[in-house]
């Protein structure tokens, strides 16, 4: 067992424990985004960043990839880090004002206006997605793709995949296009298992409306 | 190459993360870029997923998933090169050619890259062109480049030229100019220094067309033996206790005359060992 302080309450964890795991047995809230029970953690969105140490040596780590250590000493909730994760919710809405996900955190933590410069992006590379296809769903159907401000998701060759099991898992968890069909503008869809689906919801009137808010679906059965 | 190549390759590196990089390098190597179905192949073989594999392709630079012309011209981006005007040669090769950098002309004989630094800063711009160095180019310059890349001279007298850089030396010591005009090697003035071997000593010149060896001298001097070069107006030897990567000889080092870096020979006659160390002011 290891030994360390959250916020000044003392608890002992199983060795290989991460810090967020930690607090979340104590019951200390930190917001996540890239990090899903049940998939490897990935560190992308440092929307949970929390401050070890003391003093002038205290940083800033993302306590969903940083395992706990012995006798190490975690803040939450300090200044510091509350100023650096508004920044970081500021950062994800100015490039992807439209996600449900991101706008709940922004007014969850009171973010109430975005200084930069406004994009629409439909992904914010957090990984889920990837993580998903090929850990839960054993398919590794897409990946990311380059690198830098090219880096995209998507289908090696960008050419429809033949190991996707079109089950949705990639869509189910996306934080960016939630539930949101993209069956309408095929050429944005991850992995067009809508479009083989032939779901019987576009055939209704109201179906460019609808952005497939349905929870449950009926028709494909996604969440 | 066929399947057995390629299994090969995955064999000798491994079908363990470590080799994935190995393997792309060497299917790179052999077919200029990464084929979709060599991709596919190696996926299979090693058990990986394609879209891992395309992550890795499609992530370093150095990796092309696009067949490569018969020839590549590479115009260096880095900071140096940059500052004094590279983009504005880029752009006037993509209009040339009609293609964006890391493309290729369709009739497939030019790919045109870019590059962060080729290390020759103080020469800036440099384009590099089928291993051919172009230092100081300006957009006037690219036509020619492209003509020489398509017909393959490079040089006037249509003798490849490796490295047409002109290097003006001085003494390290006494600085003065070792620069002799009188007489010229490869149409350029050569450097004039003493030599000497065995008590026997006499001028020796040496072609200041850098990356070119033919050099004279006064007394013939046997193959495979190490002189002594020194500076003829002050006496000063050249050697600083440097050594020739090439055979282990010592070095002769001297300034460039713009005090911006040393010019460095193999002492040992027969040795093509040479070096530009641009950006060393101190000796
Ligand atoms: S729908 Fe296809 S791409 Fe998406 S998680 Fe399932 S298998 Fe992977
Ligand atoms: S598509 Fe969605 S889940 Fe996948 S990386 Fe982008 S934002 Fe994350
Ligand atoms: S509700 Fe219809 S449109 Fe939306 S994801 Fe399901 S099948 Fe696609
Ligand atoms: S949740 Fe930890 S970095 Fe995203
Ligand atoms: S910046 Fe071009 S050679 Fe260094």
């Known amino acids: 067992m290891i030994n360390l302080t959250i916020n000044g309450l003392a608890v002992s964890v199983e060795k290989g424990s991460t810090v967020l795991e930690a607090a979340q047995f104590l019951g200390f809230p930190i917001p996540t985004l890239c990090h899903h029970e049940g998939l490897t953690p990935y560190g992308a969105c440092r929307l949970c960043v929390v401050e070890i140490g003391e003093g002038p040596g205290a940083r800033l780590v993302s306590s969903c990839t940083y395992p706990a250590e012995e006798g190490l000493k975690v803040r939450t909730a300090s200044e510091r880090v509350v100023r650096a994760r508004k920044m970081i919710i500021e950062l994800l809405l100015a490039s992807c004002p439209q996600s449900k996900v991101i706008q709940d955190l922004a007014s969850a933590h009171g973010v109430r206006t975005q200084r930069f410069r406004q994009e629409y992006e439909d992904c914010i590379l957090c990984g889920l997605c990837v993580r998903m296809c090929s850990e839960q769903m054993m398919a590794g159907a897409i990946g990311f793709r380059g690198r830098g401000t090219e880096r995209s998701i998507g289908t090696p060759f960008d050419v429809q995949s033949d190991v996707c099991r079109f089950c949705g898992g990639c869509m189910h968890i996306c934080p960016a296009c939630q539930l949101r069909c993209t069956y309408n503008q095929p050429e944005k869809a991850i992995c067009n298992a809508c479009a083989n689906l032939a779901p019987p919801c576009i055939e209704k009137e109201q179906y460019g409306d609808m952005m497939c808010y349905m929870n449950p679906c009926v028709a494909c059965e996604i969440k | ?283």
């Open chain 2, 1 to 283: 190459m066929d399947t057995k190549d390629i299994l090969d390759i995955i064999e000798r590196n491994g079908k363990n993360h470590a080799g994935l990089i190995a393997i792309l390098e060497e299917v790179q190597e052999e077919c200029s870029y990464l084929p979709e179905e060599i991709l596919r192949l190696v996926a299979k073989e090693t058990g990986r997923s394609l879209a891992d594999i395309y992550g890795v392709a499609t992530f370093y630079k150095a990796f092309s998933l696009k067949p490569k012309g018969r020839h590549c011209v590479s115009a260096c981006l880095g900071t140096a090169c940059h500052v004094r005007g590279a983009q504005k040669i880029v752009e006037e090769f993509s209009q040339e050619l009609g293609i964006k950098p890391g493309e290729t002309t369709p009739d497939n004989e030019i790919t045109l890259e870019t590059v962060n630094c080729l290390g020759a800063c103080a020469l800036g711009p440099i384009v590099v062109s089928d291993g051919h160095y172009f230092a100081n180019v300006t957009a006037r310059k690219v036509g020619e480049i492209l003509r020489d890349t398509r017909e393959g001279t490079f040089g006037s007298d249509g003798a490849p030229e490796e490295h047409p850089f002109l290097i003006e030396v001085s003494c390290p010591r006494c600085g003065r100019s070792l620069m002799d005009s009188g007489t010229s090697l490869h149409g350029h003035p050569s450097i004039l220094v003493t030599a000497s071997m065995n008590g026997k000593t006499g001028w020796s010149r040496i072609p200041s067309l850098y990356g070119r060896f033919a050099r004279t001298h006064e007394h013939a001097f046997p193959d495979n033996t190490i002189i002594q070069l020194s500076c003829p107006h002050c006496a000063s030897s050249f050697q600083d206790g440097s050594r020739c990567v090439e055979c282990g000889a010592p070095l002769a080092t001297m300034r460039l005359a713009d005090g911006n870096g040393v010019f460095r020979i193999c002492t040992r006659t027969g040795c093509e060992g040479h070096l530009l160390d641009l950006g060393r002011a101190e000796l």
